[in-house]
């Protein structure tokens, strides 16, 4: 069931595929289905699969990875949007990292305030803070 799933997104038959969403049975299965399409660039689409997602873990994981992907195209609003809905905090962490890489420092600090450790708010800020000490040349 799951590898006809695989087949129809690598065919690029997405709607196939948003149609038979409720026969996938079980989150490990839907996550395999959401990070091909991630994969795949259909991110969109992800979104929904991922939102079917019932253990907390894997959602985040997917919602990260779902995040990521939108930061890498350049649309760090949905990324935001997304980061909101996760409470995994290295999931959190990863985003916030993905997006100081991007040098999207005031969106980082967005994401920073989601996390409840103050370890890795500070590891984070930290981070920020060379970074632009490093482009001042201090």
Same mark, same amino acid.
């Given at each position: 069931? @799951? ?6 997104i690598?065919?690029?038959?997405v ?11 079980g989150d490990?299965?839907?996550? @395999?289905?959401a ?62 990292l993905?997006? @100081?890489?991007?040098?999207?420092f ?5 994401? @920073? ?5 103050k370890?890795?708010k ?9 970074i ?7």
């Amino acid at each position: 069931m @799951i590898s006809d799933i695989i087949k129809l997104i690598e065919d690029g038959k997405v709607e196939e595929v948003l149609k038979k969403l409720d026969e996938i049975k079980g989150d490990a299965n839907l996550e @395999i289905v959401a990070l091909k399409l991630i994969e795949r660039g259909y991110l969109k689409e992800a979104e929904e699969v991922a939102n079917r997602i019932r253990v907390l873990g894997l959602r985040d994981e997917v919602l990260r990875k779902l995040a990521i992907a939108y930061i890498e195209k350049g649309n760090v609003e949905k990324a935001l949007e997304l980061a909101k809905n996760i409470k995994t905090e290295s999931d959190l962490e990863k985003i916030a990292l993905a997006l @100081i890489e991007k040098d999207k420092f005031r969106e980082a600090l967005k994401v @920073i305030e989601l996390i409840k450790s103050k370890a890795i708010k500070e590891e984070l800020l930290l981070k920020i803070i060379n970074i632009l000490l490093e482009k001042l040349n201090l």
